[in-house]
């Protein structure tokens, strides 16, 4: 039974401290309305199993128990590898109704990344899903209590975690909502990861702004193709909540299994990279929906042929641009509608632009070495950097980083971008994938989209190969649709009709593109075969 | 032009103090995004005049650097006498953006009413709408400057003012989020008015609210049926600028106008009391529209005739509850997908419920006379308490009030509901609106709601009557639809088949029943008659 609001924790009761007209913003609330407003109604699908709001939240109260009678003490790390699933969801609402600080960890990271990460957080606490335990195995972690998760079922050690506790919701320890909720660690493609905290007014203010910018409401159903792991799935499992939708679990990206729920269970709603998009769009099941699905769209800018095939199959648009020290997305780009009067490929070229931010968060800049402005001419490229309730309150225990990602009192996003006319920015280059050939920069992002805008292109990467006359020169790598062809020739002489020739790649090499697990391609892969023996990854004239 | 961020107030440049993962919430920053975003796009429709977000930008910047140019400090009051209208919207972003305090005036008052809050506001500025001189005219009021509006033409000293001022978004001096961004007076049917205090973090958070609850999106066309000056139209001036709706302006409640701007303007959302609806839906050009249109009703719950024709007519009712001390609603009725299959009777009653907290704002409770809960039994009655982000900061200059109003940690509605087993409150009774006969007590919106379920009935206010043997009795004053006809047994005797017979009038009195300006029913004005000649309004046995 779900308790009173005078009852229980969140709402204080009669003579309790505090200001009448204050409550701390905190994301386990709406957890809290959720199951009281909507207790019978079904708050997450995962397989065989569907919890009502009122069973998600006495099982997310009763982890939230068991961790307090286990020792978690306030600010408590709980490190979570689990995938997608009920007990992942929970964790979003049990660790912080607890009082601590969830780290949910990349279940396709090497054990010794692992390693790493539950050391420098100081995890006390670990909830381990039963097929993430190879990660696990080799390691010595004597100071971190494990609990396994498999299946649901009577013996599975998480459902007796929980069976032991009480389903009432603790009485919350939160005295300032600006402490942290969760530290996201990096990919860390140089050095380290870093832990990346969130706190609990940015969590809850993220999730309105994705409320707002998805457009979800109590009818929305949300398929979780994004990893949880992933910036706490873009504070996703806070926003479904915020308004009572279902979470549908996907502990893979699947495009079978996404067809199958697309229509089994009425999704409305999901996020994903072009390449996520891409699986979907080309799988033997796809189909034009009945309902119009809005697709979050983030990583890389749709192609103008991915719009279109997902226009066809009634998927719509909705283009962000974030990263994990912005709680994920702090960019949207905002579609006028006169657009929907303009051709495909000049549509897809709007709609690529990353925009501006959130309702939930402040404008961002464009700058250059100086921090000043750059030009907003659609030309000159600055770096991207960001401020307000949308950015992380700092790097956990790393006060240097923390210092230098924040100089100038902005957080510096290390993405190059340019700055159009009517405000809105649109990248050029992420971190490090800048080319530079001759001394002119070359926008790796700009020659990319240029090469996808081929009819017979599915997804490409550009990246700088060394050159002894120009430094860099560079090089992309096309995957073609099915059954489509086109040589390398074809694909330069399209690229030489819609850039300038020196941005246009010398070589075209053909065949699959390396991942990562969130869908990024691996640009960083397809370098070493090329700067293989040297000892800078940037070309010197 | 927009100006770049980095360039403007509310995002401080380079090198300003603050901490960098943190702005303070500000209503007045969904304009400036707004017209960011969609500078072209048109924000407000009035009457003759339409206006691009970047034109409303720039005139309600223009309306800030004005007023300080006038001498405006940091707090002082500026009392707006305006109908809902283009000046009344800038007024809503203007003043608080100069760093004022948006004081506005239901332009239905007395003469007598309106020097009392000028005086008691301290108001140093008064923007006062053409049509609204006569209030003005008879009042000595020396240390207000006076700013008239007309017809937006170039005589219009309004546009003068503006034309004398910068269109760039002025410097912020907002320092902290919970300082006062509006005074809302109440209607005073007890002793004077009182000053409701709104702050700049709950203005924000109700926006953001009241954004979810209504579903909006930049798609979304508002209609200000409800006036601004009451509890600053319920935070939709800053609501629907958050999405970057559009705001169609309506100087007065007229069915003709309402029915020609939707079909017009294609409005998707407007709000409105019963009987608003009520003008509504019997207006000769009532038909169903194409697209549904989302109607936030309020003030009481819709009868299942109301529920009925507007469900024909594709208006989408969400019921919602609140007082001018909540910002405007603090509540909604959770609707579930089952009740679609529930005949129309029962689903009017399930709808009649005002549900539980926003999105924004906590739980509300309901207690008795210790602060304790009642039983959650939808039989016994307390009294609705509320805090949160969805309270007022206090009545200003009335320390006293607020402790009153604030006793025991929570804000004291005055409003008697029961609480159902599953939380949802039912009003029923607000405030002094209990009938006591024979020592029981009799809520009249009760004994409301079973006359309106008749098919004849329009609708009707209940009040109790001085009774020598009982106290008091019920007496209902009813409305009935065009054309049907019903006698005052056929309503008695329908009652008495709904409700306990003691609950029943035992008089019916047909006609017209007397509104406020905001269409609630004046019950003091039907008690004035029977209880002409007495000391005191409550019936003693």
């Known amino acids: 039974m779900i308790e009173a609001p005078g009852q229980t924790a969140g709402v204080p009761g009669p003579g309790d401290a505090g200001k009448v007209f204050r409550t701390e913003l905190n994301p386990v609330d709406f957890l809290h309305r959720a199951a009281y407003l909507y207790p019978e109604k079904v708050a997450v699908v995962d397989g065989e199993r569907r919890y009502r709001y009122r069973e998600l939240a006495e099982r997310s109260w009763r982890l939230a128990n068991a961790l307090r009678s286990a020792g978690l003490r306030k600010g408590d790390r709980v490190a979570a590898l689990l995938f997608n699933s009920a007990p992942m969801l929970e964790a979003h609402f049990g660790v912080p109704a607890a009082g601590g600080i969830l780290v949910a960890i990349n279940h396709r990271l090497a054990s010794r990344e692992v390693a790493y990460i539950l050391e420098h957080s100081g995890a006390r606490f670990l909830l381990l899903d039963a097929e993430a335990e190879p990660l696990i195995a080799p390691l010595s972690i004597p100071g971190v209590t494990v609990i396994r998760c498999g299946g649901g079922h009577g013996q599975d050690p998480y459902e ?7 389903s009432a919701m603790p009485v919350s320890w939160l005295a300032d909502e600006e402490e942290t909720i969760s530290i996201n660690y990096t990919s860390g493609t140089t050095g380290q990861p870093k832990g990346v905290q969130y706190t609990y007014r940015g969590a809850y203010l993220n999730a309105l702004g994705e409320v707002i910018v998805a457009a979800m409401s109590p009818e929305s159903v949300y398929l979780w193709t994004l990893p949880m792991f992933h910036c706490n799935g873009w504070c996703f499992p806070w926003a479904v909540t915020a308004v009572a939708g279902r979470h549908v679990a996907l502990r893979a990206v699947d495009p079978d299994a996404i067809w199958r729920l697309f229509d089994g269970e009425g999704v409305t709603h999901y ?9 979907v769009i080309n799988h033997s099941r796809a189909h034009r929906l009945e309902r119009p699905v809005t697709a979050l769209v983030a990583a890389a800018p749709p192609s103008p042929t991915l719009l279109g095939r997902m226009a066809e199959l009634n998927l719509r648009v909705v283009h962000v641009y974030g990263l994990t020290e912005t709680y994920g997305p702090i960019t949207v780009c905002p579609t006028q509608a006169e657009w929907q009067q303009l051709p495909l490929e000049q549509r897809a070229r709007l709609l690529a632009r990353q925009g501006q931010g959130y309702p ?16 907003q001419d659609g030309e000159a490229m600055g770096e991207v950097i960001m401020r307000g309730n949308n950015v992380m309150s700092g790097y956990f225990a790393d006060e240097a980083a923390t210092d230098r990602a924040f100089r100038g009192g902005w957080f510096h996003s290390g993405d190059l971008a340019v700055w159009h006319p009517d405000g809105n920015i649109e990248l050029r280059d992420r971190g ?8 002119e920069n070359i926008s790796s992002i700009e020659v990319e989209q240029a090469i996808c805008a081929h009819p017979a292109v599915l997804e490409c990467a550009v990246i700088g190969i060394p050159n002894e006359r120009w430094g860099e020169r560079p090089k992309a790598f096309v995957t073609l649709n099915n059954r489509a062809t086109a040589t390398a020739e074809e694909i330069i002489d399209f690229c030489r009709q819609r850039l300038a020739h020196y941005k246009c790649p010398d070589i075209v090499e053909f065949g699959p593109l390396p991942k990562t697990s969130t869908g990024k391609v691996q640009k960083f892969v397809l370098r070493e075969r090329d700067w293989a023996g040297r000892d800078s990854r940037v070309g010197a004239t």
Do not use: E
């Open 271 to 279: 996020c994903g990279s072009p390449t996520v998009q891409l699986m």
């Open 432 to 439: 490090k994938d800048i080319i530079i050939s001759g001394g």
């Open 160 to 166: 007796q975690f929980l069976a032991g506790a009480s």
């Open 360 to 375: 939930s968060a402040d404008l961002v800049r464009v700058v250059d070495g100086d921090m000043h402005d750059i030009p």
